[in-house]
């Protein structure tokens, strides 16, 4: 059984600390799969996002998410990192690496974990604009909620 | 039972959670949702578009039709725009 590892915190991570982790004193992986996702500026106009997180729920949530994808594929490592509270653009936001014998599981497993990620785990996002207005709440996309479609 | 709100619903509510004692005519989360509607303003304003609105039963995803009966704690909040 792939060990699940889920961590829901404001500091800051090193992905490449995370992929070495999941690999760690073992040989029996053939493949990681990584996604990070970054605060983009939306074109110069954003200075930060403001992460709201449910807390308990968001932990809860992502590791109900990373089971579903433990008894779907074949997995050897599931890590899934998600931070809170102000991001500046160019920052890390979520983390999400499968590890498995066979890049097809890893690939898989590391998108259908963000995929459910965005509109099940309990987190919103709020601009702050380099205007120095504390803008409005991020909508959620319908393409977002249409992608979980597929997996079913 | 403890109520908890997150966002613009938090914000429009202007409280993040609160104890609330339901009426026993409510049975569902959407007969809870439409009990916060009638407790004034700032709750009718939170929740003018019910539809959209989402819910947890002990930190739980739960459908309007779920009943609360048993239930610690309920949440409401926006759709999420996480990742």
Same mark, same amino acid.
């Given at each position: 059984?792939?060990?699940?590892?889920?961590?829901?915190?404001?500091?800051?991570?090193?992905?490449?600390?995370?992929?070495?982790? #999941?690999?760690?004193?073992?040989?029996?992986?053939?493949?990681?799969?990584?996604?990070?996702? #970054?605060?983009?500026? +939306?074109?110069? /106009? #954003?200075?930060?996002?403001?992460?709201?997180?449910?807390?308990?729920?968001?932990?809860? +949530?992502? $590791?109900? %998410?990373? +089971? +579903?994808?433990?008894?779907?594929?074949?997995?050897?490592?599931? $890590?899934?990192?998600?931070?809170?509270?102000?991001?500046?653009?160019?920052?890390?936001?979520?983390?999400?690496?499968?590890?498995?014998?066979? /890049?097809?599981?890893?690939?898989?497993?590391?998108?259908?974990?963000?995929?459910?990620?965005?509109? /099940?785990?309990?987190?919103?996002?709020?601009?702050?604009? /380099?205007?120095?207005? %504390?803008?409005?709440?991020?909508?959620?996309?319908?393409?977002?909620?249409?992608?979980?479609?597929?997996?079913? | 039972? *403890?109520?908890?709100?997150?966002?613009?619903?938090?914000?429009?509510?202007?409280?993040?959670?609160?104890?609330?004692?339901?009426?026993?005519?409510?049975? &569902?989360?959407?007969?809870?949702?439409?009990?916060?509607?009638?407790?004034?303003?700032?709750?009718?304003?939170?929740?003018? *578009?019910?539809?959209?609105?989402?819910?947890?039963?002990?930190?739980?995803?739960? *459908?309007?039709? &779920?009943?609360?009966?048993?239930?610690?704690?309920?949440?409401?909040?926006?759709?999420? &725009?996480?990742?």
């Amino acid at each position: 059984m792939a060990r699940i590892k889920v961590r829901i915190q404001p500091e800051d991570f090193d992905p490449t600390v995370e992929i070495a982790a #999941l690999g760690a004193g073992r040989a029996d992986i053939g493949g990681i799969v990584s996604f990070l996702g #970054l605060c983009r500026d +939306e074109g110069g /106009r #954003l200075a930060a996002l403001e992460l709201e997180h449910y807390p308990g729920m968001a932990e809860e +949530e992502i $590791t109900r %998410i990373c +089971e +579903e994808a433990v008894s779907r594929w074949s997995l050897l490592g599931l $890590t899934a990192i998600h931070r809170y509270g102000k991001i500046a653009p160019g920052g890390n936001i979520v983390f999400v690496a499968a590890a498995a014998g066979h /890049r097809q599981p890893a690939f898989a497993a590391a998108e259908f974990v963000m995929d459910f990620l965005k509109s /099940r785990a309990p987190f919103w996002k709020k601009e702050h604009g /380099r205007d120095g207005n %504390i803008g409005d709440w991020v909508e959620a996309r319908d393409q977002d909620e249409q992608a979980l479609m597929r997996w079913r | 039972m *403890k109520v908890s709100y997150f966002a613009w619903i938090r914000e429009r509510i202007g409280r993040p959670e609160e104890e609330i004692a339901f009426p026993a005519s409510v049975v &569902t989360v959407a007969d809870a949702l439409a009990h916060l509607q009638g407790l004034g303003e700032e709750y009718a304003y939170a929740f003018e *578009k019910p539809g959209i609105i989402r819910a947890a039963l002990d930190r739980k995803h739960v *459908k309007p039709e &779920t009943p609360i009966a048993g239930a610690g704690e309920i949440a409401f909040f926006p759709p999420m &725009t996480g990742g």
